[in-house]
């Protein structure tokens, strides 16, 4: 093993130039950096996101809700770019303190709501909508084990495996085996468990499958990292069936395309606050 050693210092000192991608907007302090109010639409749920996979499971989600022909499911979507700090706006961390998107607002019943966290707003909408998501107790245990499995195992794909194969300034070799062991069993768990169902909960779509997709689907797609031949996803073959059934679902495909401002321009909607935005 070739990495160069390295001795922690008594005390951790923040160095505010230490490399990496998203080094500029890292910090080891929260709250805001500057007043800035949320703008507001005239929906009942105020999105304020960007389409990372995180994000793109609430869009996803709000747009199967719409599919079903739920009307009170209607969104306003607004961009909140990263890369430019407006995460740290005062009204932003009003929504969500840990300044991380997506932040919700949910102004449809007589008090406005704030929720953050991806997994929090799925099973909030979920809920309040009783839809995607099983009614019996078994069917709902399974459905939040996943949902909760996804949260929990996202960030050693993410800020794991991703950061140091993709982002960091130096290769290492420890990082990246260790990360890239654990985001294959990963794959493998859920390769197997889907050799015997068609989604995370047997036959009903759910948002378990709504919450793993953007991550592990993109994955498997070889639209995160650039990493499909490094971790030979071809292997997994019933998690290729269900990403590749997922990724045909019309409202999947308007759902990543929200709060989207990069890559192709005909798959970028940087805001979104009707379905007729999409008919460009």
């Not at 923040?14 to 490399?19: K, L, Q, T, V, Y």
Request: proline share 5%; net charge negative; with cysteine.
């Amino acid at each position: 093993m070739s990495d160069s050693t390295y001795t922690p210092p008594k005390v951790w000192q923040w160095d505010s130039a230490n490399g990496g991608k998203f080094a500029h907007i890292n910090r080891p302090i929260s709250g805001a950096t500057h007043d800035k109010e949320l703008p507001k639409g005239k929906h009942p749920f105020q999105l304020y996101s960007l389409a990372t996979p995180n994000g793109v499971k609430v869009t996803i989600l709000f747009e199967e809700l719409l599919a079903l022909g739920i009307v009170d499911a209607e969104y306003d979507a607004f961009l909140i770019d990263i890369s430019e700090g407006d995460q740290f706006s005062s009204g932003f961390v009003g929504v969500n303190p840990n300044s991380k998107i997506p932040a919700l607002v949910d102004n449809s019943g007589d008090k406005s709501i704030c929720i953050f966290e991806s997994g929090a707003m799925l099973l909030h909408l979920a809920e309040k909508f009783d839809a995607f998501i099983p009614k019996d107790s078994a069917g709902r245990a399974q459905c939040l084990s996943w949902l909760f499995w996804q949260m929990g195992s996202g960030p050693y794909l993410g800020g794991g495996f991703g950061h140091f194969y993709a982002y960091a300034p130096e290769k290492f070799e420890y990082p990246i085996n260790r990360f890239a062991m654990e985001v294959k069993r990963q794959l493998d768990v859920l390769d197997k468990h889907l050799a015997n169902n068609r989604y995370m909960c047997g036959d009903q779509y759910t948002i378990a499958d709504i919450a793993i997709w953007p991550w592990y689907g993109a994955l498997m797609l070889n639209k995160m990292y650039e990493a499909a031949e490094f971790l030979q996803v071809h292997e997994y073959k019933n998690l290729s069936r269900w990403t590749n059934e997922i990724n045909e679902r019309e409202a999947v495909i308007r759902g990543r395309m929200v709060n989207r401002n990069w890559g192709d321009e005909d798959e970028q909607l940087p805001e979104r606050h009707s379905s007729e935005d999409f008919d460009r």
